[in-house]
């Protein structure tokens, strides 16, 4: 796959020219896929940590609270799925050149199911070949995008309870440590 800069990823920086006592513009640009996993590193993290540290320790641990897919309604906590939807809707509005989103093959919220060739193709690759990412460009809506899906394992014994229990999942053998979906970034090009 050939390197692309966008618009977006494209800061200047000065550099001074060695010897000549110089100082000249330079664009240099991060590479889509490094954006990427440089976006993906800090969702993977602040989604595992609620899952464990809040959700887990909290309702499967002490017991304190419960997380719901209705939490307004019952004061709960959202579920991590949840909590990743808001803060996707949430950076979508301010409009910072990407966007991201938790998919799944397997969904219990049909919302999260894949639409596109590449979302199906990706999430069935991360399955397949686990502690793999998957990458590729795609054209939606006139617009090319780069795209990368990472997967989205069970962090903690709330997923795999909350998911193997659930009324509305297609499945119900998840176990602690496996692939339940992919975290889907898009860069446009």
Sequence with gaps: MKSVVTKLTVLPILAMCVGCGETTAKAVGVAP?????????????DRTVYTRHV?????NQEGVIKASEYWKDEKALPLPAQMFRMGSELAA????GFTYALLS??????????????????????ASNVGSNFYSEESLGGQQYFT???PDTAVAEACVACH?????????????GE???????RIPL
């Design 93 to 96: 509005e301010k409009d910072a």
């Design 33 to 45: 896929q490094k954006m990427a996993d440089a976006l993906h590193v800090v969702l993977e993290a």
């Design 105 to 126: 093959l397997w969904p219990v919220n049909k919302q999260n199911a894949p639409v596109t060739d590449v979302e199906k193709e990706g999430l069935e690759y991360i």
């Design 148 to 150: 990368a899906i990472y």
């Design 179 to 185: 692939v339940m979906g992919g975290v889907v970034v």
């Design 55 to 59: 959700v887990n320790r909290l309702q």
């Design 164 to 176: 193997n229990q659930h009324k509305d999942s297609p499945r119900d053998d998840f176990k602690l």
